[in-house]
Every structure is written in C-alpha cells, then in structure tokens.
C-alpha cells in the first residue's frame, strides 16, 4: 500500500463520515481534533495507530509532536 497524502486523507475521513461529518476532502491544515472534523481523542488515537502499524512510527514519538494534519503528512511521506 502507498503511504501518503490520498491513504491519511481516506483514513481520516473514513472515521469522520463515520462520526456523521460530510467532508469529501481533508484540509490538511487543520488542527488534529479540530470540531468540524468530528473526531474525538479515541478516534485520534485509532488513527494513530493505524499510521504507526504502516509506518512503524508513532506521529507522537518524534521530536516534536504534530499539530495539524500536515505534520502528520510530514512523516508519513518521510517513511
């Protein structure tokens, strides 16, 4: 599987939609729990983990912890 931009994204907001939200794209410039991505600290953290089983590395393992998707993106990218 490609790890980039277009599997965070479906990630992302496959638990959104699941959450309730209709969002079809992901800003990547939002902030990890901000309210209009409907996600909660337990959805953040499924996410993460599901980053970590791809990539083999916690986003919140590195020097300094993501605050927007884009960040995330970051390393992602980097592995």
């Given at each position: 599987?490609?790890?980039?931009?277009?599997?965070?994204?479906?990630?992302?907001?496959?638990?959104?939609?699941?959450?309730?939200?209709?969002?079809?794209?992901?800003?990547?410039?939002?902030?990890?729990?901000?309210?209009?991505?409907?996600?909660?600290?337990?959805?953040?953290?499924?996410?993460?983990?599901?980053?970590?089983?791809?990539?083999?590395?916690?986003?919140?393992?590195?020097?300094?912890?993501?605050?927007?998707?884009?960040?995330?993106?970051r390393m992602v990218e980097s592995k």
């Amino acid at each position: 599987m490609a790890i980039g931009r277009q599997w965070l994204c479906r990630l992302v907001l496959t638990v959104h939609r699941r959450n309730g939200g209709q969002l079809q794209e992901l800003d990547t410039n939002l902030r990890l729990l901000d309210p209009s991505l409907r996600l909660d600290s337990l959805d953040l953290a499924e996410i993460m983990v599901a980053i970590e089983r791809e990539t083999g590395q916690s986003p919140f393992d590195l020097a300094v912890p993501p605050r927007t998707w884009e960040d995330v993106l970051r390393m992602v990218e980097s592995k």
